[in-house]
């Protein structure tokens, strides 16, 4: 066989396998079914969500200040000279009761011009009663001066005396005139005198009662300045003593703040007349002090005085006095330490209960914005009125209504209308509670 039937008959034993393998294929693609279309669904996006709450608001300003005693007693020598007597634990800090004798100052000199006063006074009754033994002496006189120049003036009618008699007698009548007005003008001017020398001895006793300083009220020795034996003059000031009964506290509070607090309050402005007793009903304000201690906050419950009389043109704040009464009474020790001076605490201030007041999370709101999302779980983006802030919540005026759900998440982008999946926030939510003072 030559090479030309061998390649022929190469060919027809390829030709069967070929056939069989595009038989397979035709069979295959006849069965293939066509692909299926898939359906295109939209993503949602997960976002943390709370209601928007209708609430009772407690409104809260918040300030700091220094505590300072209530009254504040500055004991200044009234009299001048040394000093012969102390109070045994005389020395800056110590508690001492109303009435304590605290100095004594010599009090020689003025137990001796009490004692002069009350001579001169003696000496002025003795007076008096010459003076009014005087006068009736020249008034006896007078009438028989006058009985006597009478019977001259008779005489000389008569013609048995003549006219020097008559003016000798006259003459001896006005001496005895005279005496008696000299007596009457003596007397007269003894009650004055009476007076100016009971004022001498009411001030000398009075210079003798200031040789003793006594404490007025229950204190605080502070910035003790003098010594036993020491020579103090009228004016030097010997030590202050800072009440103990009540500490006041001037917290800087912003004028923001308190406008939060005084809104609807409805109720009249007190008059000035009945300001004092009339302003901590009108306000509303409950104040507490608080203050850090490390891994523990002690607290007082204070009371609302007064305003300061001034705005601090720099911050914008206005001081807000409040009041503790008995400090010492009130301290625990290990809890509560003993409020005193210059101390700087914290002051919150509750004021009146708002009611029915719209709140959402702070961080909800966005440059005036909130995300809302609606019964089909769509963005919607609102703007809202704020009426103010406190904490971590917002107050709203307009915009939202109670039980709208809000979004608390940042979503970037943020499209009106994308679909959200929403996860509840219930920390967020009790947050809410707990900074608007409500109760869940």
Do not use: C
Request: glycine share 6%; charged share 25%; hydrophobic share 45%.
């Amino acid at each position: 066989m030559n090479t030309a039937s061998r390649h022929r008959w190469r060919m027809l034993w390829v030709l069967p396998p070929v056939a069989v393998g595009i038989a397979v294929l035709v069979f295959v693609m006849s069965n293939r079914q066509p692909p299926a279309a898939a359906e295109r669904s939209e993503i949602s996006q997960p976002v943390r969500i709370v209601d928007a709450q209708r609430l009772d608001l407690i409104p809260i300003a918040e300030g700091y200040g220094e505590v300072r005693p209530e009254k504040v007693w500055a004991a200044v020598a009234q009299v001048a000279g040394r000093v012969v007597e102390t109070y045994p634990s005389l020395r800056d800090g110590e508690v001492v009761t109303a009435g304590t004798l605290l100095f004594r100052i010599d009090p020689v000199d003025y137990e001796l011009q009490v004692a002069e006063a009350k001579a001169q006074l003696a000496e002025l009754e003795v007076q008096e009663q010459n003076a009014l033994a005087s006068l009736e002496i020249n008034r006896r006189n007078l009438r028989l001066a006058e009985r006597e120049k009478d019977r001259i003036a008779r005489l000389t009618e008569q013609g048995t005396a003549s006219r020097s008699d008559v003016d000798n007698a006259e003459r001896s009548m006005l001496d005895a005139r005279a005496a008696v007005q000299n007596s009457e003008n003596t007397l007269a001017l003894i009650p004055t005198q009476r007076r100016l020398l009971e004022a001498r001895l009411a001030q000398a006793e009075r210079d003798l009662a200031n040789t003793e300083v006594k404490a007025p009220f229950d204190l605080r020795i502070a910035d003790l300045a003098v010594e036993k034996d020491q020579y103090v003059g009228v004016g030097q000031t010997l030590f202050r003593g800072d009440a103990i009964g009540r500490v006041e506290i001037t917290a800087q509070v912003a004028m923001s703040s308190l406008r939060n607090l005084l809104i609807d309050l409805g109720q009249p402005i007190p008059s000035i007349a009945d300001m004092d007793t009339r302003l901590a009903t009108f306000t509303g304000f409950r104040p507490q002090i608080r203050m850090d201690m490390g891994n523990h906050v002690a607290e007082w419950d204070a009371a609302f005085v007064r305003f300061s009389d001034e705005v601090d043109p720099q911050t914008r704040t206005i001081g807000v006095v409040i009041a503790v009464d008995d400090p010492l009474g009130q301290a625990i020790p290990g809890q509560r330490p003993l409020l005193s001076k210059g101390m700087f605490v914290q002051v919150l201030i509750r004021g009146h209960t708002q009611t029915d007041r719209t709140v959402l999370p702070r961080s909800a709101v966005r440059g005036g914005k909130v995300y809302v999302m609606n019964a089909e779980r769509r963005l919607e983006i609102r703007p809202v009125e704020i009426l103010f802030h406190q904490q971590s919540i917002s107050v709203v005026a307009d915009g939202v209504a109670p039980g709208e759900r809000v979004v608390l998440s940042d979503l970037v982008p943020a499209n009106p209308g994308m679909l959200l999946e929403p996860v509840d926030d219930p920390a967020t939510a009790a947050q809410m509670l707990t900074d608007a003072g409500s109760t869940p």
